[in-house]
């Protein structure tokens, strides 16, 4: 299955990155993506997380075509 | 019930004026008004800060205000409501957010609009990141609580 | 920090944006503003209501205003503030009050709006006639209350 | 001493008053007065007293030219 992952805000400039399309076979959480995506990096502290824009906790899985997000605590407002 | 993000600078007393006078029906019905508008300030944990970039996830941004204010609207009798959110680059004692509740009662649009401006705070995903001299930018860390026992 | 009568009408959002405007020095102080408007509704106890007379006690409205706007003041750190009560003759749709706080946070100025807003209500000496139908005039008994628990 | 009396709203209307100026010899309170100036008609429940503008209870004693003021319960904003 084909997933899109973004990052937004201190984490996309930290990992230099804003997208990334990533392919899995079998199930797959948030934190298995994160895993993938970023083998040299911790899940940081306090990182939120969407799927489908959706609020979701890092064990959630993943299904085809999902857009997964990880972004760091919100300031707006 | 309005959810707009903003590019670019507006005047919410413009705004609340404009989309009242939109609001068909509501002649004579509403008795109260509540809003919130949040301003940029010139400072921020200690330091004069000259602009800031509002980053935000387009499309969830839009999406969470809507589940936010139609769990306002669960709660509380709302008549109207309107909330706006800019994005991008922004000057001190500019406006960043507006929330505006329309409702037959004042308790309810105080604790609604109020309820929306909480959970915007905490759950939409916008992002500053501060000017603060000739440096780099720097991304505010967490926003602060609204209520003071929570 | 202003209180203001008006005999007539006035635009609330208008009155906000003019007095914002005087606020010399206050450019990216303020960080929060909260505002309440009330508003004439056409209906009120099971009735429809055509309009109303507002008297008031000139002179005590006045002061027991500024007197809770200075309780405001020493509760929370209130930047400025506005408020308008209008007298006389009002129509449906046409606005009563008008309480607007500015503050550096949130919170602050959500707790001052509505703590003026509830103090106006039960200690402000105004008094409401509706007029109803052909009918003489009835005297709004009591006002309601603004927070559920109270 | 010499005061002035002022009735507000539904009570101006049911008295058919909206001021007095009466003259006492001695301490008077607020309630009294009401009972000098109303003689035929109890003293309302709920009513609501001001001397100088200010809130006061109906013990409270009068000086010479205070403003005393009763009206019903107010119904601003």
């Known amino acids: 299955m084909s997933i899109k992952v973004r990052y937004f805000a201190s984490l996309k400039e930290s990992l230099g990155c804003s997208e990334d399309d990533l392919v899995f076979a079998g199930l797959v959480s948030v934190r298995d993506v994160w895993r993938y995506a970023n083998p040299q990096q911790p899940l940081p502290d306090n990182i939120l997380a969407a799927v489908n824009m959706e609020y979701v906790s890092l064990d959630c899985s993943i299904d085809d075509g999902d857009e997964v997000a990880f972004f760091p605590p919100v300031t707006g407002g | ?150």
């Open chain 2, 1 to 150: 019930m309005a959810v707009v993000i903003v590019q670019g600078g507006f005047d919410p007393w413009q705004e609340i004026q404009g989309y009242q006078n939109t609001l068909d029906g509501m002649s004579g019905k509403f008795g109260a008004t509540s809003v919130f508008v949040g301003t940029m300030r010139d400072f921020n944990a200690g330091d004069p800060v000259k602009g800031m970039t509002l980053e935000h996830y387009p499309g969830m941004s839009e999406k969470q205000l809507e589940t936010i204010v139609a769990e306002a609207q669960q709660q509380w009798p709302v008549l109207d409501s309107l909330v706006m959110h800019r994005v991008g680059d922004i000057l001190p004692n500019e406006p960043i957010v507006l929330v505006a509740v329309w409702a037959s009662h004042r308790g309810d649009a105080f604790d609604a609009c109020r309820y929306i401006m909480e959970a915007l705070k905490s759950r939409a995903p916008f992002w500053k990141k501060e000017r603060l001299g000739s440096e780099d930018g720097r991304w505010v860390g967490e926003n602060t609580k609204g209520y003071k026992s929570v």
